[in-house]
């Protein structure tokens, strides 16, 4: 197996991260640091070490969704004693990586797992995979405006962001918007809001490849069930694994 896809399978990383992990020396393999890509290891005898910690593939993959709520960072931890989600994870013994992010100002679903293969799909622009969010807007939207959400708004990197928007409420004050997504650029929402002239209020994430937050209050945490874990592998073309 590719190193990078090891790492990713042992929940380290995502496999693009891994190979970033990989090019800065951090890795060893049978004691002997490894900088190449594409060195492929023998998960069954080799020993592999990141960071001078052991890694191994888990027994069992573990698939979890947070509300994670405003003001907490998606982030293992925070150099300047932030509230990050690893404080919303209590009693979970197996160590999972977030799967995309949420900015600190917005909230909702956010899915984490230790299954690299299947967290590196879901957040590869070819598979495409939708995100629902509702975005409340200051001020109010007009149809002709909305409709330059799926004709396409050009992003500060140089991109073109696109999604399926539409109104559900709104007056002179504020607009909700729902927001189905299938890139998920840096802050795209706010990006492309703020290039039609409106300031961002409130977002929030309610589903992910159609998996939704439940009855998950904010700073909750449950395993998806076999339904939602089956969801996302096949919206991906993975077949079922066993997990937790």
Not at 29 to 48: A, C, M, R, Y
Not at 55 to 75: E, F
Not at 154 to 183: K, N, Q, W, Y
Not at 199 to 223: D, I
Request: hydrophobic content about 40%; overall charge neutral; aromatic content about 4%.
């Amino acid at each position: 197996m590719r190193l990078n896809k090891y790492l990713a399978h042992c929940g380290v990383a995502s496999r693009r991260h891994a190979d970033q992990i990989i090019s800065e020396g951090r890795v060893k393999i049978n004691g002997q640091t490894v900088s190449e890509l594409g060195v492929v290891v023998d998960e069954e005898f080799d020993k592999v070490e990141v960071d001078g910690a052991p890694v191994t593939l888990p027994q069992q993959q573990t698939y979890i969704a947070l509300n994670k709520p405003v003001g907490v960072l998606v982030t293992a931890k925070d150099d300047r004693g932030r509230t990050t989600i690893r404080s919303l994870l209590k009693g979970l013994r197996i160590r999972v990586n977030h799967v995309g992010r949420l900015d600190q100002d917005s909230e909702g679903l956010l899915l984490l797992t230790n299954d690299g293969e299947l967290a590196f799909r879901l957040t590869h622009p070819k598979f495409q995979i939708a995100k629902k969010y509702h975005v409340v807007v200051q001020g109010q939207m007009s149809a002709e405006q909305l409709s330059r959400f799926s004709a396409g708004i050009p992003l500060e990197d140089g991109f073109v962001g696109h999604a399926d928007a539409s109104i559900i409420r709104g007056d002179s004050e504020t607009t909700l918007l729902e927001m189905i997504l299938r890139e998920g650029r840096k802050r795209e929402i706010r990006q492309m809001c703020k290039a039609l002239g409106y300031k961002v209020l409130a977002l929030q994430r309610l589903e992910f490849a159609g998996v939704g937050l439940g009855e998950l209050r904010p700073g909750e945490w449950r395993y998806l069930t076999d339904e939602e874990i089956g969801l996302l592998r096949s919206a991906v073309g993975l077949a079922k694994a066993d997990h937790h």
